[in-house]
């Protein structure tokens, strides 16, 4: 934890009716995932979002329409960033864990995939962000591994009864290129490093720092509306892009 503030962009992953039976009390609402990014700019290459299995979430009243389901630590924050139906203090509509959450079909701002699903990833933090994380796997090596995990891995995918139509048919979409490691970064610093797994902390430290300073210097954005413009440039671009079309909210912990 830094002494400065961070700031994060929260994007709105849309839950897709119809709603399992845990979530009858949001019947008639707008419900979103709300995942904190530090690269808006990715969000084209979406495939999944992660979740803690046994992470604590609520379905927390945003206003009178959405519902934001996000950690409560994450809805107190925001709720002091007048972002609460009631002012300064948030309201749960129900108490969810991450099992609840798995499965369920997403639709999130600027994703090629139209339709994308919830699935479990075991380093995901419970007291940062919101706890929700959108998967880019084509620039995030965090998000690379767990995917390549769960890919690989039959036994994992039931232990956490995650079925193959929700992971098997996603590849990974290029998004950024960066000369040195080309339109996948994420895939070739693992592989260079010989990553084993989401759990080898070190090795993907190392990856994730070389990742985010190659790609915000060297970055070149290949899809989307910037196309061609870099990465330093394209970011902002989208974050507005995204904020003005009401796909996403600035927060900041
Ligand atoms: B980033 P920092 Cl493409 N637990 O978004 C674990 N990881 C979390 C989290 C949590 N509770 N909340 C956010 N994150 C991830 C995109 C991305 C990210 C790309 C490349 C690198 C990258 C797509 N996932 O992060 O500790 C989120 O993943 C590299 C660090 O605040 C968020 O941005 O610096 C980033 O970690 C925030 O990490």
Redesign the pocket.
Known sequence: EGVQP?E?TLIKMEVLAPFPQKFVALEGRKVYLA?????PE?MY??TNA?V?PEGKYGAFEINENDVFIMTERAALNLAYQNFSRIPKKPTSLVELTGYDLIGLPLHSPLAFNKVIYVLP?L??????????????P??????YMAMHDLKAKPALRNKFGVKDEWILPFEIIP?INIPEFGDKP?EKLCTDLKIKSQNDKEKLAEA?RL??LR?FTDGTMLVGEYAGRKVQEAKPLVRNTLIESGGAIMYSE
């Open positions: 961070q994060y995942a904190a990014t530090l690269r990715t290459g979406q992660w803690l990833m380093t995901v933090l419970t007291d940062k962000g919101t706890g929700i994380v959108t998967c880019v084509s620039d995030s090596p965090d998000d998004v994420a994730k990742t985010y790609g």
